[in-house]
């Protein structure tokens, strides 16, 4: 079964659902490379910055609107974000320390 959280954002409770793997490959993969593209972010002021990210956001979270952001607290956008991540990735993060650790004793045995 997919996991799922609700997290409020200006009052509205926003339901993340996990997303399968074909859909984080062809949809969601792509439009984040979009965000992290330097060209796009490149020289711009952080004043400049903050709109693209609201319609990003608006763009992930379809239940929620631009107004709605700017009404939000940044704890609830993070949250947002947070519950994603959460929701989506969480078995990476379970083996990511295992992983990190491993290639650190690695590193520390080549020495």
């Keep these: 079964?997919?996991?799922?959280?609700?997290?409020?954002?200006?009052?509205?409770?926003?339901?993340?659902?996990?997303?399968?793997?074909?859909?984080?490959?062809?949809?969601?993969?792509?439009?984040?490379?979009?965000?992290?593209?330097?060209?796009?972010?490149?020289?711009?002021?952080?004043?400049?910055?903050?709109?693209?990210?609201e319609s990003k956001l608006v763009e992930f979270f379809p239940e929620i609107t631009e107004a709605d952001i700017e009404e939000a607290y940044p704890s609830e956008i993070e949250a947002l974000v947070e519950a994603w991540i959460e929701v989506n990735f969480t078995g990476l993060k379970k083996i990511y320390r295992p992983v990190l650790a491993l290639a650190k004793m690695g590193l520390a045995k080549s020495v």
């Design 1 to 53: 079964m997919p996991r799922s959280k609700i997290v409020t954002v200006n009052g509205k409770s926003i339901t993340i659902k996990e997303s399968k793997i074909k859909e984080l490959k062809e949809d969601v993969i792509p439009r984040l490379s979009g965000i992290t593209d330097s060209k796009g972010l490149a020289g711009k002021e952080v004043k400049d910055i903050i709109p693209i990210l």
